[in-house]
């Protein structure tokens, strides 16, 4: 099975900053990637999909890229309501395996 | 406005079998172009897809599950079901079910139902 790893696994940063993360997969997926938010104690929301294509209703200052076995998802302005743990999810064929998650917080 | 809601027991104990159903209202499963799948969480970890189904019947199972899972469609009642045989304490976790594309991509969810397996 391919397995999708997240770095870093935890970080910190300030209301403003732009905020990158990655997530890798251990065989090319081509863009088969979607990210996921979960805010803290509440359910999940899908971001984006096919790695870098936003789904309805998310903030533009989210954005993804990547193809192949690395990915990255950016966030341009950090907001206090991005305080959450962050998924990817590879779906080349199943299992629709998520990665472990970043989670993201407000210095 | 699409809806889906988990309901079971919160408890099971070791080696029986776990039933949940998620009631959707705010669409037909029936005619439907989605899958619609289950996701779980175990307390404090990541997310975990487990599987799903389309109601021409072409589903997707996480292959080291597969043996214990299965996904249900009652069209009847609009419902689908998840039942996990032979749980261990490693399969408590918040349950979700969900609408998905192309069986694989989760863009409704359900709130969620904890399930603890214990004697």
């Known amino acids: 099975d391919i397995q999708m790893t997240q770095s870093p696994s935890s970080l910190s940063a300030s209301v403003g900053d732009r905020v990158t993360f990655t997530c890798r997969a251990s065989?090319?997926?081509?863009?088969?990637v979607a990210w996921y938010q979960q805010r803290p104690g509440k359910v999940p929301k899908l971001l984006i999909y096919a790695a870098s294509t936003l789904h309805s209703g998310v903030p533009s200052r989210f954005s993804g890229s990547g193809s192949g076995t690395d990915f990255t998802l950016t966030i341009s302005s950090l907001q206090p309501e991005d305080v959450a743990t962050y998924y990817c999810?590879?779906?080349?064929?199943?299992?629709?395996?998520f990665g472990p998650g970043t989670k993201v917080d407000i210095k | 406005q699409l809806q889906l809601q988990e309901s079971g027991p919160g408890l099971v104990k070791p080696s029986e079998t776990l039933s949940l159903t998620c009631t959707v209202s705010?669409?037909?499963?029936?005619?439907?172009?989605?899958?619609w799948g289950w996701i779980r969480q175990p307390p404090g970890k990541g997310l975990e897809w487990l599987g799903s189904l389309h109601s021409s019947g072409r589903n997707f199972y996480d292959p080291s599950l597969k043996s214990r899972l299965n996904i249900s469609i009652d069209t009847s009642k609009n419902q689908f079901s998840l039942t996990m045989r032979s749980v261990t304490a490693a399969d408590t976790a918040v349950y979700y079910c969900?609408?998905?594309?192309?069986?694989?991509?989760?863009?409704?969810w359900g709130q969620g139902t904890l399930v603890t397996v214990s004697s």
């Open positions: 705010g669409d037909s499963i029936s005619s439907s172009s989605y899958y």
């Open positions: 065989q090319g997926i081509s863009n088969y």
């Open positions: 969900g609408r998905l594309i192309g069986g694989s991509l989760i863009h409704y």
């Open positions: 999810q590879k779906y080349l064929g199943a299992p629709f395996t």
